[in-house]
């Protein structure tokens, strides 16, 4: 990793803060001074850097101070939250969405994503238990979705960019920004949407206020307990000179996600009629009339590779700790300290069986074929490579995630008409598993009689009658299989080390103009320094994950007692999924079992050599393993001008990014076939491949709203937008883990050339405040996206290994692609304390590459949602569905066409708060009450399942107290 002196970055932020804090305006301050200005008491919304909350002119300027002032009142509940979204919605500088806190410490869900997405135009995706983890704006995937907090850019454990949002307790956020225009103010990156989470600041509520919560949840399908306390005080002190706001949480929670899907997925015979297919049926060409030869009628023939069925236990301890200091030594001059440090412990183990019924000559017999798609067989070979050999899967991941954001950020009011900004952070995430993930499979070599076939649910049917009189089912069910019935097989320790750091500073003006034309200039200039490092570390470079398979297979039975304990059923496992297959599971203690491995050392392997653990063991591996360094210059200057009955702005950022990757190759020397579907390659040493590149951005924009009336307006916004590559993609790794298995492809993780999405896009929004607090809205947006990052296969290549050709994939800037789309929203409350808020988006998106249309991934159609509420006295209620329409997440996965696709997916919440006194509420809320999956196929085909993922339903009971 490069670790040379930042000294150019520390004498850009030195100078930034000589600017804004000299001695003559410090000196001012005095012991009891005046309290300072409305406009220097704003929340850190205004307060960030950016720079990312501006108003378009003056008039708007003193109604966002109104806004403010809003917030000094003490309103809780679902309504007070939507009114104050409603406000910061009709005077931003342009299009956007908001969210607030219900009350201090407590955020409208459990988790921020959740609460975006019922948000118009935002939908997410889910992790392990249901809960929200990635943001989509617009349809558009979160690669085009920047993050910032406090207008800061946050650090992320991922591979990428995008944020993942569990590992940010919601009660650390007074409220959130999705900001869908663009200003030359606010940060480049984003192209479908800026999200921007906001903290409270002790000014909110002058004085003394604190709240304590204590919330516990169950899930129903998992039977499962969680737990949560948080508590937030607030405080201003020195004649409200000084304040201080500091959080806590520490949160217990047990998730269980039932899976089902594809480990390395379908498999498909050559097509002469797809040019770009030549097949991976990997055993031979699925041949069912035995003829030996590749008929018309079996062109492109599909029929299941591998497919697993489980469930992921997962214990998620997460605490959190925030802190914010302000000070107004006058009314000139504010200085606020901040900071948020996270832990994410999230540990998962996945209880799976998997089956390999992969097609080779004489393996299969009976079979049945529906419209290209091979539906059923029976396995009866007695060759134990060739015969149906049932596994036992347990896969871990190891997932603490430190995640932290310390900040400076300062405003001096120079002269009535200057105001000077500057704001310096360091946001850290970091996470090492590096070797501590596992996949380790034990495999039952039992003769058998086993018959698959396909039907409309997520998983096939399995029935294996072992020749012993044994049933796999009913066997796992009682208890009947042992050690003894269990080989050694796969055996994956695994990964990754991540390491990402991001320092920034800005120095940012406000300059009062009042002539030409122009109410305010606003300019400034950042410098973002974003270092990322991977170190992968496991055992498939060395070939150590294979080497207890095979011919070199342990009966699990000579490692001694403790591998195998128990057989144990899930409740409600898989009991919305209408297949027959083995529903009970064998415990599988992962830890014991390596060791017993180790103190297996010395006993002879089949070719004489002793076995040696340490030959097995994780090692660094440099193909997947990168270090990147992005540094990034920007400047703007936007001009904020208003008329009799119009405002708006008009601006230009200038973006320079200089990166430097570095990755390692290695060459495939030879690769040696240890069984069917068992190979493992042999590599030369690695070399480093370093790669620099750089870009220059020009990015113009312009806003203009005109008010028809006090309730009606009109937004029109133009610009030009850009999203860098993800970080995983810049770097030049690449990986032929899959030879392995056998399937010989060479996956490119990227290069640092890859050129940024940038996007000219137009937006027009009217909107009707038509009464207090309510709002009908209706938006178009277009986008025309250039370079837009997408995958290229090219089949049978010649990469320089003897007797092999492999399939290529690679990362490709594709030639453009354009999104249109609409939004329409509705919000309104009646004085008998009923309320309203719905929410439609659809967007129409094409991309072409090489003059070929391909659909765009990770773009749902149409999202909408639909909220009913009720709040009046001690009572607050309320529930809300969002609905996902279904969406390609990624293509010709087995040829042109053939896109594996997303199903629609509809989440219904539910509240009921009752307010005890002025200091006591309860509240009960459910999740997911529809208990709706996630499901993935082949091209909608419901035989071709891809993937499956059920959460439950689930209720948090809460219980606060406020001072």
Known sequence: MNTAPLHRNTLFYGVAFALLMPATALSQATPGSAPATQESQTTQESQTTQESQTSPSDKTAQTRDNVTDLGAVVVTGVRASLARSTELKRDAGTVQDSI?????????????????????????SRTAGGEGQRVSVRGLGPEFTLTTFNGRILATDGAGRDFAFDVLPADVISGADVIKGAQASLTEGAIGGLVNLRSASPFDQKGQHGIVRLEGDRNLMSELNGSKLSATYSNTFANDTMGVLLGVVYAHRKDRTDIAGNDGGWTRNPDPNDPNWWGNAWGGNIDPNGNGVLDPNEYGLIAPGQFRVGSIMEDKKRSAFSGKFEWHPSDNVRIVLDGLKTRLDSPHVAYQQSYYPLFAPGRWSDITVQNGIVTGFTMNNPDPELRLNPELLNQTEYRVVDTDLYGLNGEWKVTPDLTLTGDLYRSTSKRHSGGQDTYAVLRMNLPNTARITLGPNAVPNVDVQFND?????????????TESDFNTHYMELSGDNIEDKITGGTVAGNLLVGRWGVDRLRFGATRTDRRKSRDLINNTLNGGADYYSGNNA????DLGAGVISHSFHLPHFMDDVNSSFPRSFVAFDVPNYLARLQAYDGHLRPDGTPYNYALAGPKWNPLQS?????????????????????????GVRLVKTNTRAQAWDAKILNITKNGAFNYTATYAAPTPVVQNADYT?????????????????????????????????????NTTASVSWGEFTQVYGGNAHLKPYSAA???????????DHSIANVAV????????????????????VPGYLFNVMRPINGDYAKVKGLEAGLQHFWESGFGVNAQYTRNWSRSWVNGEERPLEGIAPATYSLGAMYEKGKWSLGANAVRTDGFVTAINVIGTGYNTQAAAITWLTAHVTYEINDMFSISLQGQNLLDDAQTYSINGNPLLSQGYNRYGRSFNLGASLRF
């Open 100 to 124: 607030s806190a219900l009350e201090l410490g407590k955020f409208p869900d459990d988790n921020v994503a959740d609460s975006l997405s019922h948000i118009t135009g935002v939908s997410i």
């Open 469 to 481: 009189g044994r049933n796999l089912a009913t066997g796992l069910a009682n208890g009947q299989f």
């Open 554 to 557: 342990i009966n699990v039975a």
């Open 626 to 650: 990168y270090r990147v360094r992005e540094k990034t210059d920007a400047f703007y200057v936007q001009a904020d001008m208003s008329g009799d009955r119009w405002d708006g702005d008009i």
């Open 697 to 733: 951005f020009l990015l113009p924009s312009a806003n203009f709203t005109w008010h028809f009336t006090d309730q009606l307006q009109l937004r029109l916004g133009a610009a030009k937008t850009m999203a860098r590559p993800p970080v995983d993609q810049l770097a030049p790794t």
């Open 761 to 771: 896009q137009g937006d027009m929004s009217l909107e009707w405040y038509f009464a």
């Open 781 to 800: 947006f277009y986008k025309r996206i250039k370079n837009q990052i997408t995958t290229s296969w090219e089949p049978g290549q010649d990469i320089g």
